[in-house]
């Protein structure tokens, strides 16, 4: 590169860097879109583009985040939208992420490489734009274990939705009906402490996620039947941490339930065998079930299930026959061998 053309790159570098008004997240991801742009005349048309027209503040931070939306691929775009399910301030582990994506069927299998390698190179792809922030990494080989999305960078992925994705707070103090159309698809649901657990929930039929936090004092496990019989199209189901002693048999109506996390539901002693019908089930975390003694015998149906996690279940007594038939698994946390066979 001459003189000459380095002069004319450092004086497009000037105009773009204005464009950013001193927003030092409109610089990040700008910058972080643009180095992925080799000519000049990919710079030149980042310049040109229509966006900038806009001269409120919402634009100049939303115009950088667009132009690096629009870039992406089509199922990348799904992957980074549908991140705002997650509430505000929530730190976003990555394996978890990567399994929720598979569970909608974001990610499939190509050639010999497997989704969850897949899923990892599609969340780099999002990371390297500066869409998240706050990143804790892996010592050892500096992978990221966890990261946090930026609220503007949130508030411009919800745009995005048009109503297909929902993080709310249920405190009693307001109603929720309005929240629900016939479009959601994807709910995160925060309890205040002594507040029902809402049953409208179960009038969003078309929900593929339902995640809940901050459930531990509320009365969730009473309607767990009724939400099993109405919302048969969940993909995905967290009831991490919701005092749930049992689980009722209604789960098997789950039939397209991908994705399952029971754990920190200390008072479960045992999974139904209704569990064993959940044939496409591909997640299960009973972490943290410390009461946990024994698995359906069934288990060996859920040919599917790639990631069973069940860390500190210590009162598991033995795995059941036919567990060798699970010849998808990728993630076995503790395997008991039984003195009996």
Not at 140 to 157: A, E, L, T, Y
Not at 300 to 321: C, T, V
Request: proline share 3%.
């Amino acid at each position: 590169m001459d003189s000459k053309q380095r002069q004319l790159l450092e004086d497009l570098v000037q105009e773009i860097t204005k464009k950013c008004k001193g927003f030092p997240l409109a610089a990040k991801v700008l910058g972080s879109f643009i180095r992925l742009k080799k000519s000049r005349e990919d710079w030149k048309n980042v310049l040109g583009s229509n966006l900038w027209e806009f001269d409120d503040v919402e634009s100049c931070m939303f115009a950088p985040l667009l132009l690096s939306y629009n870039d992406l691929s089509p199922v990348l775009r799904c992957c980074f939208s549908y991140c705002v399910v997650f509430p505000k301030d929530t730190i976003i582990l990555v394996k978890d992420l990567i399994q929720l994506w598979m569970a909608q069927n974001y990610i499939g299998a190509r050639g010999c490489m497997e989704m969850e390698r897949l899923g990892q190179q599609y969340f780099d792809n999002l990371a390297m734009r500066s869409f998240f922030q706050d990143f804790e990494r892996n010592k050892d080989d500096g992978r990221i274990i966890s990261c946090k999305m930026h609220d503007i960078v949130r508030d411009f992925v919800r745009l995005q939705m048009n109503n297909e994705c929902f993080s709310i707070l249920v405190d009693g103090k307001e109603s929720m009906i309005g929240y629900f159309y016939e479009s959601t698809r994807h709910l995160s649901i925060e309890v205040a402490r002594k507040t029902q657990f809402p049953a409208l929930v179960c009038n969003a039929k078309n929900l593929r996620t339902l995640l809940t936090s901050n459930t531990r004092h509320v009365s969730i496990k009473t309607i767990l039947p009724t939400l099993f019989q109405h919302l048969t199209c969940l993909h995905a189901l967290n009831l991490n941490s919701s005092s749930i002693d049992k689980l009722p048999d209604e789960i098997e109506n789950l039939i397209h339930l991908r994705f399952l996390d029971l754990s920190s539901n200390y008072e479960i002693e045992e999974l139904p065998e209704t569990i064993c019908n959940l044939c496409n089930l591909q997640t299960l975390d009973v972490s943290g079930c410390y009461l946990l003694e024994k698995l359906p015998l069934g288990m060996g149906k859920l040919i599917n299930l790639r990631h069973f996690i069940l860390d500190g279940a210590d009162f598991m007594q033995m795995f059941p026959k036919g567990f060798g038939r699970l010849n998808s698994l990728r993630t076995l946390s503790k395997f008991i061998v039984s003195g009996n066979d």
